[in-house]
């Protein structure tokens, strides 16, 4: 297997760096504050035992995660552990080597590595920096080939913050239908649109389409290691089952339940997480008009995270290894999620953003 380098990058800075300035997983909740959600919470979560959960997710939770959704019920809905399990569930169960695969890029890199570990070609439709990260649609009909299997999306997008115009997003629907290729959406970000409508999911325009979503970013709920797949397409939401038989089972059952106490409160969740984005949308368009020498961006539209452009130094993967090592400032260079090497990732949803911006501009300045 090809390593996943995101991940590689973070396991070895993560947990060491003095503050996280790439991040894409909000400020996250304590313990304390999810049971505080509900009154009952807190005896019920002392109480529960500790054995195997269900495969298929507990219905509670799975009528709350259908809530999320129009026109889908807790039967259209599959139970992960986070969203990179049924990434890597869905691409098993549908992808054969030699199958070709239309994915939406730059974006978190399992999305384009699972279908090549698979013995897939995949081929990028680029977003482009000049038009606000939009892709081409007419690019579509230059990347697919006859044994195109799959188009996966991935809006709001990582690492650009884009988020695709209501007329691309429906063009790009329209286009795989009309070939019957099947569609996979990571909307793990959606919900966080802080500068732009919200587009349907596209399990509510396609019955082959796959959503995938999770606790992670939009509700600041990553330890929690929930996520789902969501699809009205019943003989591959079995298929998806058999896979996570031989991967994590079940959720673990902690989690199933604090996962539904807090999407009863979603709304309320997703407006703490939109708030700080908001906010630090705000002071690092300042900061990088306070160094425009060296930076660049496009604004966010969506999501936890932004690309900045280094215009002064000649690799963002150099300049972030040392940018850690001297000052504990962590950024992620861009071609961790096939991005240039001229781009950084910004995490937006951190209230200590702005202290570790102080940090990155001093350094930049000298
Ligand atoms: C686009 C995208 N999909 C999936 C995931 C994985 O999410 P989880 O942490 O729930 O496994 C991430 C995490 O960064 C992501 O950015």
Same mark, same amino acid.
């Given at each position: 297997?090809?390593?996943?380098?995101?991940?590689?990058?973070?396991?070895?800075?993560?947990?060491?760096? %003095?503050?996280?300035?790439?991040?894409?997983?909000?400020?996250?909740?304590?313990?304390?504050?999810?049971?505080?959600?509900?009154?009952? !919470?807190?005896?019920? +979560?002392? !109480?529960?035992?500790?054995?195997?959960?269900?495969?298929?997710?507990? $219905? /509670?939770?799975?009528?709350? @995660?259908?809530?999320? #959704?129009?026109? @889908?019920? /807790?039967?259209? &809905?599959?139970?992960?552990?986070?969203?990179?399990?049924?990434? #890597?569930?869905?691409?098993? !169960?549908?992808?054969?080597?030699?199958?070709?695969?239309?994915?939406?890029?730059?974006?978190?890199?399992?999305?384009?590595?699972?279908?090549?570990?698979?013995?897939?070609? &995949?081929?990028?439709?680029? =977003?482009?920096?000049?038009?606000?990260?939009?892709?081409?649609?007419?690019?579509?009909?230059? $990347?697919?080939?006859?044994?195109?299997?799959?188009?996966?999306?991935?809006?709001?997008?990582?690492?650009?913050?884009?988020?695709?115009?209501?007329?691309? +997003?429906?063009?790009?629907?329209?286009?795989?239908?009309?070939?019957?290729?099947?569609?996979?959406?990571?909307?793990?970000?959606?919900?966080?649109?802080? =500068?732009? *409508?919200?587009?349907?999911?596209?399990?509510?325009?396609?019955?082959?389409?796959?959503?995938?979503?999770?606790?992670?970013?939009? #509700?600041?709920? =990553?330890?929690?290691?929930?996520?789902? /797949?969501?699809?009205?397409?019943?003989? $591959?939401?079995?298929?998806?089952? @058999?896979?996570?038989?031989?991967?994590?089972?079940?959720?673990?059952?902690?989690?199933?339940?604090? !996962?539904?106490?807090?999407?009863?409160?979603?709304?309320?969740?997703?407006?703490?997480?939109?708030?700080?984005?908001?906010?630090?949308?705000?002071? &690092?368009?300042?900061?990088?008009?306070?160094?425009?020498?060296?930076?660049?961006? %496009?604004?966010?539209?969506?999501?936890?995270? /932004?690309?900045?452009?280094?215009?002064?130094?000649?690799?963002?993967?150099?300049?972030?290894?040392?940018?850690?090592?001297?000052?504990?400032?962590?950024? =992620? *260079?861009? *071609?961790? +999620?096939?991005?240039?090497?001229?781009?950084?990732?910004?995490?937006?949803? %951190?209230?200590?953003?702005?202290?570790?911006?102080?940090?990155?501009?001093?350094?930049?300045?000298?």
């Amino acid at each position: 297997m090809r390593p996943f380098l995101l991940e590689r990058y973070l396991s070895k800075h993560e947990f060491s760096a %003095r503050l996280i300035a790439c991040a894409s997983d909000p400020d996250t909740l304590r313990l304390n504050d999810v049971l505080a959600l509900d009154p009952e !919470a807190t005896n019920q +979560f002392m !109480a529960m035992t500790l054995g195997y959960t269900e495969t298929k997710g507990a $219905l /509670a939770l799975r009528e709350a @995660i259908a809530g999320l #959704y129009q026109g @889908i019920t /807790a039967d259209d &809905v599959l139970v992960h552990v986070g969203a990179q399990e049924p990434i #890597y569930a869905f691409m098993r !169960a549908t992808l054969a080597p030699g199958d070709h695969v239309i994915c939406i890029s730059p974006t978190y890199q399992s999305l384009t590595l699972v279908a090549e570990n698979i013995g897939a070609e &995949v081929a990028r439709w680029e =977003a482009r920096e000049e038009a606000d990260w939009q892709p081409d649609v007419a690019d579509l009909e230059r $990347l697919v080939k006859p044994n195109t299997k799959l188009l996966v999306l991935n809006t709001p997008q990582n690492p650009t913050g884009g988020l695709l115009t209501g007329d691309r +997003f429906a063009a790009a629907m329209d286009f795989a239908a009309s070939r019957g290729i099947r569609v996979l959406g990571d909307e793990v970000y959606r919900g966080l649109e802080h =500068a732009g *409508p919200r587009l349907p999911s596209v399990v509510e325009l396609s019955d082959r389409a796959v959503s995938l979503g999770a606790m992670a970013k939009v #509700y600041g709920l =990553a330890g929690l290691r929930i996520g789902w /797949a969501v699809t009205r397409d019943r003989a $591959l939401l079995e298929q998806l089952e @058999i896979v996570k038989d031989y991967l994590s089972i079940c959720a673990p059952g902690p989690s199933v339940f604090l !996962a539904t106490v807090a999407l009863r409160h979603a709304d309320l969740l997703r407006a703490r997480t939109l708030s700080t984005v908001r906010k630090n949308v705000e002071i &690092v368009d300042r900061f990088i008009g306070q160094h425009a020498r060296h930076l660049a961006w %496009r604004r966010p539209l969506a999501g936890t995270t /932004a690309l900045m452009r280094l215009t002064s130094v000649p690799s963002a993967t150099a300049f972030c290894e040392e940018l850690v090592t001297r000052t504990g400032v962590l950024l =992620a *260079p861009g *071609p961790l +999620f096939g991005a240039s090497d001229s781009h950084v990732r910004v995490g937006l949803g %951190r209230a200590s953003l702005p202290e570790a911006l102080t940090v990155l501009g001093d350094w930049l300045e000298r």
